[in-house]
């Protein structure tokens, strides 16, 4: 079966552009996370959804980070206005219960900010 | 200081040996404890769950300490496969996303 799929796998951008993330959870999962990975470094949660609902954003790092889930499925980040520090890997994770693990995790965007 | 803190290596070891990485939380109320394994460029993959009774899955044995709040995976019979990082990472509680928190990760190389 597929797992959690992300897009584009790469994506290069000029500073001050504003990028989209794609993720497409396993079939099914309720439980979406979106997580940041700077190189050298583990992965830091940035949102949590449960279906299409957010119910968590405190590691949004800023008001130009954005996520949204309208039908509970497909989820994309945004980021507005991009900055040099925003370079990293962002993963998509999804699993069928918060509760329950694992979360599965997706190969990553990796975004560098020019 | 990081919630979760690993030494992140590198461990540089030959096939055959025996190595062990050790991990501290923060955080007491974390409940939930797990070794993820990430190799270059890819996404993390779940090793395993830790449980305070210690356990085991073939060659890997992970423990859990909560008074110190110490979380351990030892690999034994080490293979060039399992060259990787390998992260450390807790969740909290019932009331939590159920988000992880993840160390900065150890890397090991094994070397024939």
């Known amino acids: 079966g597929a797992g959690v799929s992300q897009s584009p796998r790469y994506k290069v951008a000029k500073r001050g552009q504003d990028v989209a993330l794609r993720c497409d959870p396993i079939?099914?999962?309720?439980?979406l996370f979106w997580y940041q990975q700077a190189l050298g470094q583990g992965p830091e949660f940035l949102t949590y959804?449960?279906?299409?609902?957010?119910?968590?954003k405190s590691g949004l790092p800023s008001d130009r980070f954005f996520a949204e889930r309208p039908e509970g499925s497909v989820s994309t980040l945004k980021i507005q206005r991009t900055q040099q520090e925003d370079s990293a890997v962002y993963l998509c994770?999804?699993?069928?219960?918060?509760?329950?693990?694992?979360?599965?995790f997706g190969d990553g965007t990796r975004l560098s900010i020019l | 200081r990081k919630e979760v803190e690993q030494d992140p290596g590198p461990f540089n070891v030959p096939e055959g040996a025996t190595v062990a990485f050790n991990c501290t939380y923060s955080?007491?109320?974390?409940?939930?404890f797990f070794w993820y394994r990430q190799d270059c460029r890819k996404e993390p993959k779940l090793l395993m769950s830790?449980?305070?009774s210690g356990n085991e899955d073939g060659r890997f044995t992970a423990q859990l300490n909560r008074a110190s709040q110490y979380i351990s995976l030892l690999i034994r019979d080490s293979k060039l496969s399992d060259s990787a990082t390998y992260l450390c990472?807790?969740?909290?509680?019932?009331?939590?996303?159920?988000?992880?928190?993840f160390g900065q990760g150890t890397t090991l190389q094994v070397k024939p």
């Open positions: 994770a999804s699993s069928s219960d918060r509760g329950l693990q694992p979360q599965h």
């Open positions: 079939s099914g999962h309720v439980s």
């Open positions: 959804f449960q279906n299409e609902a957010q119910l968590d």
């Open positions: 955080n007491s109320a974390s409940q939930s």
């Open positions: 830790v449980y305070s």
């Open positions: 990472v807790v969740s909290h509680g019932s009331s939590n996303t159920g988000k992880l928190i």
